[in-house]
């Protein structure tokens, strides 16, 4: 099984093929998948995706670009939004300095308030980071001296410095489809030194369709080209990233029953 560990299934995209986007990800072999929230505002609707199929989870938290719609929300609001069996994480948050949709010290406390409940509900910090790295590694260090809290750097595409520092903190690293971009050979080597048990797969769908399918729509099903390029970085099978991706992500998301609970 796969695991798709970040998705926008709420997003329009999807609006009018979400049943046959959803079989295809199981055609795929995609047994869970996680519906990302961006806005508080926009959570009602990431909720009722996750109704929708048993496979699908959600998030609650406030992208970066967003926290100047709907800035200072306190840790309370987000730890209020999880007492759901649906929610399992918190995100994605974060900062984005490339695009500075929102300004920066907006940003950062938007962050240590996420990073709040996390650390309240022992959920997963879903950690969105561009042009940005010392500042994140910081705020998460000095955050980390206030009380643990778990969680993963998602659509890693950035420098080993932040992988590694995040991996010494405790958390995971996910990687999205521009691993298998052509000019994405630093990242690749990059990812050949870091250690299959603190990787993930996702895709940001409907963003970063993987080779051969760029340029298109990105969908759950995808996620196993991301994973077939991870087992040739690794020199493993598909079916081994298959399975150490998908046991990482319910070591990692403790919320989501694993299949045989389920069952």
């Known amino acids: 099984m796969l695991v798709d560990s970040h998705c926008h299934l709420d997003f329009p995209d999807f609006a009018e093929d979400f049943d046959a986007v959803i079989a295809r990800a199981e055609?795929?072999?995609?047994?869970?998948?996680?519906?990302?929230?961006t806005r508080l505002k926009d959570f009602e609707g990431v909720r009722a995706v996750a109704g929708r199929d048993a496979r699908i989870y959600c998030s609650v938290g406030i992208h970066p670009h967003n926290v100047e719609e709907e800035p200072d929300v306190p840790a309370a609001e987000i730890v209020a939004r999880t007492h759901d069996d649906k929610v399992v994480g918190i995100g994605e948050?974060?900062?984005d300095f490339f695009y500075d949709h929102s300004p920066r010290d907006l940003q950062r406390r938007s962050f240590r308030n996420h990073i709040a409940a996390a650390r309240e509900t022992g959920l997963p910090l879903i950690v969105h980071t561009r042009a940005a790295d010392e500042d994140t590694v910081a705020i998460m260090r000095d955050e980390m001296g206030k009380g643990a809290f778990r969680g993963l750097i998602h659509c890693?595409?950035?420098?080993?410095?932040?992988?590694?520092?995040?991996?010494d903190m405790g958390f995971y690293i996910s990687l999205s489809g521009i691993l298998t971009f052509k000019k994405a050979e630093d990242l690749r080597e990059t990812v050949r030194a870091l250690p299959l048990e603190r990787l993930l797969v996702e895709t940001?769908?409907?963003?970063l369709a993987p080779v051969p399918h760029r340029g298109k729509r990105n969908e759950p099903a995808f996620v196993a080209q991301t994973a077939a390029?991870?087992?040739?970085l690794k020199g493993?099978?598909?079916?081994?990233?298959?399975?150490?991706?998908?046991?990482?992500?319910?070591?990692?998301?403790?919320?989501?029953?694993?299949?045989?609970?389920?069952?």
């Open 93 to 95: 948050t974060g900062l």
């Open 236 to 263: 493993i099978s598909p079916a081994d990233v298959a399975r150490l991706t998908t046991a990482n992500f319910f070591d990692l998301f403790t919320k989501v029953p694993r299949p045989e609970a389920a069952a």
């Open 156 to 167: 890693f595409s950035t420098g080993r410095a932040l992988a590694e520092a995040a991996i």
């Open 27 to 37: 055609a795929a072999g995609v047994g869970r998948m996680v519906s990302i929230s």
């Open 204 to 207: 940001d769908a409907p963003y």
């Open 229 to 232: 390029c991870l087992a040739e």
